[in-house]
Structures are given as C-alpha cells and as structure tokens.
T-cell receptor
C-alpha cells in the first residue's frame, strides 16, 4: 500500500518568514495530493490540493509543488502569520484506483509573533 | 444540518465495554472513513467503505467493527474497549477527492 513520509514534525518560524513542509510518497500511481490544516481541537480541513497532471498550484500565500519523478510534494507558506499556527497533514490518494487518502504524520507549525 | 456529524463528541468508557461511535453525512458521498488520531502517529485509517454494504480494513482494524447499511451512516463499534483505544476518532467522507471530516470523538477508556 501507499506510504507517506512527512518532514519536519515540528517547524518554528518568526512571523513573516516562509515555511516549507515536505512529503514523499511510495506509490507512483497516486494522482491526488491534498493538504489539510488542523487547528487545536478542531477537525482537519483542506487548504490546497494538487493533481498529478499539474506541477504547481498557488492560492494567495499558500502554494504546493509536485515532483512526480521524485515522488515528493511540498507545501509553501509565505509571509506566515500567527493564525497559520496549526498541524498540517499531507496525503496521497489514487494509487491503483484506490480513493483512500494515506496521510503523513503531520507537521506542527508554530509562528512566533 | 448539512455536512458530516459525529456523536458523541466525548465518551468515557470502561475496559471491556462495547461502545459505538456514530457518523452521519448528508452529501451522499460514496466513500466514508474512520481514522484515529494519536500524538506522533498522525491519522491512521481504521476502516473504510466505498459504498453501502461494502467495507474494508485499513491500517489498524483490530478490535473494531463497522457497518454501512445506508449510504449516510457509518458507525464504528469497539467490541471490547481497551486502554490502547483511547484516542480521538475522526469520521470522514469523500466523493471521492477531498475528504470532509467530522468534528471528532474523544474517547477515553479507563
């Protein structure tokens, strides 16, 4: 089955800095890569996603890049703000016709004011 | 209310008891999932369902049972609760594609 590795597990930045979270996946057939944000005590919610026919996608301060050859994808947050502090999860879906998301272990992002 | 809802939000139970966590979605999504979230382990898949009457095991299915007689409901039963099943449980649904999560159930087994 699919295996997703996520790094780092904790990321501490100053407000205004950029943050990058990286994930690798094992199944080359995976074709959908969502990112979820989970604030303390809340449910995970989708913030951005990318499909395997696209190399990069942006939404305001958030961007995701995908390298299919290397089987890795990354989340980039620019101009971080304290409200960006949360746990971020990457996921890979679609390998072998499966629609089951396999999640990374999560990254705790702390943005210091 | 539209969306995906879980009940109860919090539950304390004793070791050996049977407990059922409920999940209901109003979108008629085909896929439904149960995950448990533990510190350091992220979201681990317990069971999933691709449609009514179709269920399959995920990564950590031992000690759990699911059913899906109707598209909108996907209950998770702990047959004989153990302390290692203390966790936060999330139900999710998808069309497939984006997964939508319920609010979570915090289960404590004492």
């Amino acid at each position: 089955g699919e295996n997703v590795e996520q790094h780092p597990s904790t990321l501490s930045v100053q407000e205004g800095d950029s943050a990058v979270i990286k994930c690798t996946y094992s199944d080359s057939a995976s074709n959908y890569f969502p990112w979820y944000k989970q604030e303390l005590g809340k449910r995970p919610q989708l913030i951005i996603d990318i499909r395997s026919n696209v190399g990069e996608k942006k939404d305001q301060r958030i961007a995701v890049t995908l390298n299919k050859t290397a089987k890795h994808f990354s989340l980039h947050i620019t101009e971080t703000q304290p409200e960006d502090s949360a746990v971020y999860f990457c996921a890979a879906t679609g390998g072998g016709g499966s629609y089951i998301p396999t999640f990374g272990r999560g990254t705790s992002l702390i943005v210091h004011p | 209310d539209a969306g995906i809802t879980q009940s109860p939000r919090y539950k304390i139970t004793e070791t050996g008891r049977q407990v059922t966590l409920m999940c209901h979605q109003t979108w008629s999504h085909s896929y439904m999932f149960w995950y448990r979230q533990d510190l350091g382990h992220g979201l681990r898949l317990i069971y999933y369902s691709a449609a009514a009457d179709i269920t399959d095991k995920g990564e950590v299915p031992d000690g759990y049972v699911v059913s899906r007689s109707k598209t909108e409901n996907f209950p998770l039963t702990l047959e004989s609760a153990t302390r290692s099943q203390t966790s936060v449980y999330f139900c999710a649904s998808s069309d497939p594609g984006e997964a939508f999560f319920g609010q979570g159930t915090r289960l404590t087994v004492v």
